[in-house]
């Protein structure tokens, strides 16, 4: 992850050449809170992903984004989805499944993060015209993991293999990803951002599934289910309340 988030860093930082004394306080300190944001989410998912199965992470990970579309929606009809969301956590982290409390923990923790990520990439992308406040808070979020990353990959981190594994992630996952929801998060509300990825828990254990070997039980394909159904009815929500441009 390391190597992921200072390769990512180095990509943005010489695309656009920021300069942080000329940021201002205010903005130092926006770019500060989504760079540690930024950090913190990504470390808590990869210690979700070491204790339990990827599309299970996914689904937990993504109540985040939920609670943002939720709270971007009024309709009376969303304590339905609420509901329904609720019962799939609740099929995800029951006792017997595959997840251990300290992954679901951290899966959820790593949601919390998620959903701060899409809060602060909003005023990152209102108050920045274009991408130089990310590529400072990747660099943030990369100096803060100087310390855990070396503590936890000791010796690998010379591994050449590794470090270009990590720069391929760094640019597909984090320079790509991360710059396009920030371009996205420019043009749409955030509630309405936070539900459109609803498929994404789906996705995970489709690819954990095919990938990575990774079997599920009936009961967790069905909370996953619940939680990819809760998200869709919020985006429904969303769009019924959107106003109509003349």
Request: proline letters at 4%.
């Amino acid at each position: 992850m390391l190597y992921r988030l200072a390769f990512a860093a180095v990509v943005l930082l010489a695309i656009w050449r920021p300069a942080p004394l000329d940021a201002g306080r205010e903005r130092l300190l926006l770019v500060l809170a989504f760079g540690l944001t930024l950090a913190a989410m990504n470390l808590s998912f990869y210690e979700a992903l070491d204790r339990i199965p990827l599309g299970i992470a996914v689904t937990l990970e993504f109540t985040g984004p939920l609670v943002v579309g939720l709270f971007g929606s009024r309709r009376k009809l969303d304590l339905v989805w609420v509901a329904c969301a609720a019962l799939g956590v609740l099929l995800l982290t029951r006792p017997s499944g595959s997840a251990t409390a300290a992954g679901i923990g951290f899966a959820l923790l790593a949601g919390a993060f998620w959903a701060a990520y899409i809060l602060l990439s909003a005023r990152i992308g209102r108050t920045f015209s274009d991408g130089r406040g990310l590529a400072l808070a990747m660099a943030v979020g990369a100096l803060a993991m100087i310390v855990p990353g070396v503590a936890a990959a000791g010796s690998d981190l010379i591994d050449a293999r590794l470090a270009a594994i990590g720069a391929a992630s760094g640019l597909l996952s984090s320079v790509v990803a991360y710059s396009l929801e920030l371009e996205a998060l420019r043009r749409i509300p955030v509630g309405t951002f936070g539900v459109l990825m609803s498929v994404e828990p789906a996705v995970a254990a489709l690819i954990g599934l095919v990938a990575l070997g990774q079997d599920l039980a009936a009961v967790e394909v069905a909370g996953i289910a619940l939680i990819v159904v809760a998200s869709a009815g919020v985006l429904g929500s969303s769009a019924m309340e959107a106003p109509t441009e003349a």
